[in-house]
């Protein structure tokens, strides 16, 4: 039996398989196996497959929506992404004075409400998109390591006020350049 018919065959059948009881449905499987030449294990995903995704989700449903997520995030980059324990503090004061028509005072008393760990949680892909790590123009290489002179004979100095650096291209300091979306986003 080809792929399609297969297909066709499953969607005439999967109905008559979910209304059916116990015993019902091992026959109806047996007949589904034979028909199309599938494992039973496979016939049972392929006939269940719909049910598994109408399952409602276990445990308590989202307290917040994604409307307060977003008045999150946006209250989060005014306040220069100040940490979620910090943000739980100045919030009330910042909500006294942050004025938008469409934030209502419900989502306003769901901010308030949240805990600091909760702030983290919903955070973390904003936080993970807006400040990266680990930007550096900075190269390694051997061919600079070779090129840095290293005088040995300077290390002995005992006296305060000596001191060697080398900046020679090996370390970068590009200032905010470097940086995708800098610390200071110009509120």
């Known amino acids: 039996m080809n792929h399609k ?21 091992g026959q109806i499987l047996d007949e589904f196996c034979k028909v199309c030449g599938y494992s039973r294990k496979y016939a049972i995903f392929r006939l269940s497959l ?30 220069r992404r100040i940490c979620s324990k910090k943000m739980k503090r100045a919030l009330p004061e910042w909500l006294k ?17 949240m805990s600091p760990a909760t702030m983290d949680r919903l955070l973390k892909p904003v936080r993970a998109h807006e400040m990266p790590h680990g930007l550096t123009s900075t190269k390694p290489g051997s ?32 200032g905010w350049s470097a940086w995708k979306y800098p610390y200071y986003d110009g509120y």
């Open 97 to 113: 004075h942050f004025d938008r028509p469409e934030m209502t005072d419900e989502m306003r008393a769901k901010l308030l409400k």
């Open 50 to 79: 719909h049910t598994h995704i109408l399952r409602k989700r276990p445990g308590p449903k989202p307290t917040y929506g994604p409307e307060v997520y977003h008045w999150l995030a946006v209250l989060w980059k005014k306040m």
């Open 143 to 174: 061919f600079r390591k070779s090129k840095i002179p290293i005088r040995v004979h300077h290390w002995e100095v005992k006296s305060p006020g000596f001191m060697q650096a080398d900046t020679w291209r090996t370390v970068g300091h590009p």
């Open 5 to 25: 018919v297969c297909r066709e065959y499953l969607a005439e059948i999967r109905e008559r398989y979910r209304a059916a009881n116990r015993e019902v449905k």
